[in-house]
C-alpha cells in the first residue's frame, strides 16, 4: 500500500504501521492542490507498488461557511482539495487500473454530497461533485472490471471536526466539546459522532471483493445523520 500526504512525517508514520501490521507500505509526500504534484505522486506509487488494483481518493477541508462576502481564493482551494484532485487522481489511476484487469475506486465524499448543508454550502457543492463522479465513472468503466464506489461520511472525531463546529470562531476547548454533544445527541440518531475507524471499515468492505457486485454506490456511513 502506498501512502500519500501532504505531510511526509505522517505518510511515514502510517507506512510504518502497515509494515509493523505484517504488510508492505510505502509514502509519497504530495500538495493535492497542484495536477502536477498530484499525477505524480499516482505514477510514484504504481513504480512502488508494480501497479495500482484500487484508488482511494481521501482527501478534503472544511473551506469556506457561507457564500456572501466569499473569500475567493479559500473557495478556489476548497474546490480543488474537495473535488478537483479526485478527478485529477482518477485521471492518472485509470489506465494503470485497467493495466491491472480491474480494481476499485474509492471517494471520500460527505453526507453533505447527499444531502444540503446549510453551515457549508460550498463544501456540499464539492462533496455533491465527488457523488456524481462517482456514479458517472461507475457507468464509463464498468466494462472495464472497475468499480467505483464513495463514502459519504457524517461527523466523524478527527482534527478537521472542529474546523466544522468552529467555522472561524475563536471557540474554547469546552466550547467545542459542548457543540460536538449537541450535535451527537440532537441530530445523530446513534448518539454519537464517527470514530475514523468507523469509516476505515466501510472503506476496507467497498475496496474489497466481498464489494463485488458493489458500484456507483454513494455509502452513508452517517450513524442515521441523513435519515432526517
Known amino acids: ?44 506509487s504504481a513504480e512502488l507498488m508494480g501497479g495500482i488494483d484500487i484508488l482511494w481518493s481521501h482527501v ?9 462576502d466569499l473569500d475567493i ?8 482539495l474537495n473535488l478537483d484532485s479526485a478527478v485529477v487522481a482518477s485521471s492518472a489511476a485509470i489506465p494503470h487500473l485497467r493495466r491491472s484487469g480491474g480494481g476499485a475506486i474509492l471517494y471520500t465524499s460527505s453526507v453533505s454530497g447527499l444531502v444540503g448543508s446549510q453551515f457549508s454550502p460550498t463544501y456540499s457543492a464539492a462533496k455533491f461533485g465527488v457523488v456524481g463522479l462517482c456514479k458517472s465513472l461507475a457507468l464509463v468503466l464498468g466494462p472495464d472490471n472497475i468499480r467505483v464506489n464513495a463514502l459519504c461520511p457524517g461527523p466523524v472525531n478527527t482534527p478537521m471536526l472542529p474546523g466544522f463546529l468552529a467555522r472561524g470562531r475563536d ?10 454533544t449537541k450535535l451527537a445527541t440532537t441530530s445523530i440518531p446513534l448518539g454519537r459522532v464517527a470514530e475514523a475507524r468507523d ?5 476496507l ?8 457486485y458493489f458500484t ?13
Request: proline residues 2%; negative net charge.
Open 1 to 44: 500500500m502506498c501512502v500519500v500526504d501532504y505531510d511526509k512525517r505522517k505518510a511515514d508514520s502510517v507506512a510504518e504501521e502497515i509494515g509493523e501490521a505484517g504488510g508492505v507500505g510505502y509514502s509519497v509526500s504530495v500538495d493535492l492542490t497542484s495536477a502536477d504534484q498530484n499525477k505524480a505522486s499516482i505514477a510514484a
Open 60 to 68: 478534503g477541508e472544511p473551506g469556506p461557511g457561507g457564500v456572501e
Open 73 to 80: 481564493t479559500a473557495y478556489q482551494r476548497s474546490i480543488t
Open 171 to 180: 471557540v474554547s476547548a469546552d466550547e467545542l466539546a459542548e457543540l460536538q
Open 199 to 203: 469509516v476505515a471499515n466501510a472503506a
Open 205 to 212: 468492505f467497498l475496496a474489497s471483493d466481498e464489494a463485488a
Open 216 to 228: 456507483g454506490v454513494a455509502l452513508a456511513v452517517d450513524g442515521g445523520f441523513s435519515s432526517r
